[in-house]
Each structure stands twice: as structure tokens, then as C-alpha cells.
């Protein structure tokens, strides 16, 4: 019993601790998130001649900073997050296109693979559970992916009115790329969430996340027939409507995100909330199992003392004095007398020596 006891109480601190550092992850995630948000903003204002206001950026980064301060030896993050952060703080405010685009893709490179040892290091990647592993796949892969990608694709499509002829058919074939990876992400992100939504056992799951999921399509769905005019080379772009429709995406991206990260953490607390059952429950069946083994010895202790507790007392027998007391007549005392059951008896011979005595003439 004692060794089951310790191999389930091993295996639940082992899932415990898994759990427990997945939520970490989580976390760590949920504050990149913002910072995404912020980068791609702050990409599309440059990249099409604005300024990029640094206060959101800037509140993003420390919200980050904080988070991996807490979480950084856990989860292995330092040195990506440094380099991020110094990439974050080198970024031109505005610029010609190529240089805009080239810092912040670096910027988004970096971010990305920040997501991704946050990823392994916190073993969200590896959970055993089958919906939320289709969970974190969606919201720490499929989703922070589809929003670069929609953000390079918008950049390009807003670009392409100031692009000379022969420049307009090389962006095309970028367009068309970029489009393809926005395209393959949603798809895979909204494979992750169906399959999520069917295997769980909660029933809150769909409503959770299936009308998010919703407005996140259609917002790829406006964004995505930008490009035919492009691709077939008439080349008319409305900027207006493409910068709305990405502002619609993401928007649409963030929101969706914080509800595949809220339900993943909620899984990850029942987890450890039913393992905390598991270990109580546990010990209190290795306590009643040392009680029902001791049973039969307390009983046996308690026949034992009722046994002794009727038993009657032993001691020493009364003492009789060797010699008692003898008076005279008078009263006096004469002497002690030996009492009489310790006189000598005579000594008789028994019948058959009588016989054999006056047989043979013996003297009596």
C-alpha cells in the first residue's frame, strides 16, 4: 500500500508541476499579445509615411518587462526578451519603405520566436490534453503568426499606388505570398478551435470562442479579395479601406486571443484543481488503510487487559507460626508447644511386613 501510495502521490506532483509551469506560459503570452498588437501598429503607421506615437509601444514593452522579470527562470525567456526589446527600442519612427520594413520584420521575427521558447520551455506544445493542446496551438502559433502576416500583407496592398509599373508586378508576387500565409494561418486556426471545441467535455468552450472565431474570418475574409486588383494587374487599392479592414482584423485577433488564453488557463486550473482532489483523496485512503490494518492488533490488546482485569489477584497464603503458645492449668505459660499437625505420627508397618515378621519369627 505504502509503495502505490508514493508511486500516485509522484505521478500527481509530476502533473501538478506540469500544469503549474504551462500556466506560466499563459501568462507570459497573455503580455506578449498587447506587445503584437502595438508592433503591427506602430509597423503600418511608419511603413505608409506617418509617425509611430511610441506611448503604446512603450506601455506594451513594460507590461512584457514586468512579466518576464517573474517568469524569466521559469521559463528561460532573458536573453529573447532582451534582444526583443532592444530591437523594439531601435526602430525608425518613419522612414522609406524598404529600411520600415526590414526593422520591423526583424522586430517580428524576434517576437515570434519569443512566442515559440515561451512555448517549449513552458511545455504548453506538449499537453497532454487533446483539446487544449488544439488550444495553445491556435492562440501561440496559428493566431500571433496571422497577425504579422496580415500585417505584411496590408503594408504591401497600402504601398502599391506609389509603386512604378515594373515594382507593382514584384510586389504582386509578395502580395499573393503574404495573402497565402494569412490564409493558411486562419485556416489552421480555425481547424485548432473546431477540433478543441469537439473533443472537450465543456460545454462553455463553443460559446466562448466560436462567435470570436466568427468575427476573425470575416475579417480575413474582407481582407483577402484586397488583392485581386492587384494580382491581375490593374493595380487600383484603396488604402482607406484596407487599413480599416485590418484595423477590423485586428481587433477581431486580439479579442480572440484573450479568449483562447482565458480557456486554456481555466482548463489548466481544473487540472490542478483535480489533482489536488487526487492527492487528498490519496492519503486519506493510505490513513484508513493503516486504521483497518491496526484493527485486529487493538483488538486483540483489548481481549488481552479484559482477560488480566478478571483474573484474580495472586499473593503470598496466610502464615501459621511454627510453635503455638501452651498454658497450664493455672494460666501460666509453659513453654511453646509444637503445634500437633507437626507431630511425628508413629511409624506402623504396614500389614504385609506384619506378616512377614511373625512368619520368620521377627521380633515386633
Not at 354 to 363: A, M
Amino acid at each position: 500500500m505504502a509503495v502505490l501510495f508514493s508511486m500516485v502521490l509522484q505521478s500527481t506532483e509530476e502533473q501538478s508541476s506540469f500544469a503549474t509551469l504551462e500556466r506560466a506560459g499563459v501568462r507570459y503570452i497573455q503580455a506578449l499579445g498587447p506587445l503584437e498588437i502595438a508592433l503591427t501598429n506602430a509597423e503600418s503607421i511608419a511603413a505608409n509615411g506617418g509617425a509611430a506615437k511610441p506611448e503604446a509601444l512603450a506601455q506594451a514593452v513594460s507590461v512584457v518587462a514586468l512579466a518576464d522579470s517573474g517568469l524569466r527562470d521559469q521559463l528561460g525567456t532573458q536573453d529573447r526578451w532582451e534582444g526583443l526589446r532592444a530591437k523594439i527600442e531601435s526602430l525608425p519612427v518613419s522612414g522609406n519603405d524598404a529600411a520600415v520594413t526590414a526593422a520591423y520584420g526583424s522586430a517580428n521575427d524576434l517576437l515570434l520566436a519569443l512566442i515559440e521558447r515561451v512555448r517549449n520551455n513552458s511545455k504548453l506544445i506538449r499537453d497532454p490534453v487533446a483539446d487544449t493542446y488544439y488550444l495553445e496551438d491556435g492562440a501561440a502559433q496559428e493566431l500571433p503568426e496571422a497577425i504579422i502576416a496580415a500585417s505584411r500583407y496590408t503594408n504591401l496592398l497600402a504601398g502599391v499606388p506609389g509603386l512604378s509599373a515594373a515594382d507593382r508586378a514584384k510586389a504582386a508576387v509578395d502580395i499573393n505570398a503574404a495573402g497565402s500565409d494569412l490564409a493558411g494561418n486562419a485556416r489552421d486556426l480555425s481547424d485548432d478551435v473546431r477540433l478543441a471545441v469537439e473533443g472537450s467535455d465543456s460545454k462553455d468552450l463553443g460559446s466562448a470562442l466560436l462567435s470570436k472565431l466568427d468575427r476573425f474570418n470575416r475579417s480575413i475574409d474582407t481582407l483577402l479579395p484586397l488583392m485581386s486588383p492587384v494580382l491581375a494587374g490593374k493595380g487600383g487599392v484603396n488604402a482607406d479601406r484596407t487599413i480599416a479592414a485590418r484595423d477590423e482584423m485586428q481587433v477581431a485577433a486580439a479579442d480572440l486571443s484573450a479568449a483562447l488564453l482565458s480557456q486554456i488557463d481555466i482548463a489548466l486550473r481544473d487540472r490542478l484543481s483535480s489533482l489536488s482532489q487526487r492527492r487528498l483523496l490519496a492519503v486519506g485512503i493510505l490513513v484508513v488503510s493503516v486504521l483497518l490494518a491496526l484493527v485486529p492488533a487493538g483488538m486483540a490488546l483489548a481481549a488481552r487487559r479484559r482477560r488480566d482485569s478478571r483474573r484474580p489477584p495472586q499473593g503470598p497464603g496466610p502464615q501459621v507460626p511454627e510453635y503455638l503458645p501452651v498454658t497450664t492449668a493455672a494460666g501460666s505459660p509453659a513453654g511453646p508447644a509444637r503445634a500437633p499437625w507437626h507431630e511425628p505420627r508413629p511409624q506402623h508397618p504396614s500389614d504385609a511386613e506384619h506378616s512377614r515378621r511373625e512368619r520368620f519369627g521377627v521380633p515386633q
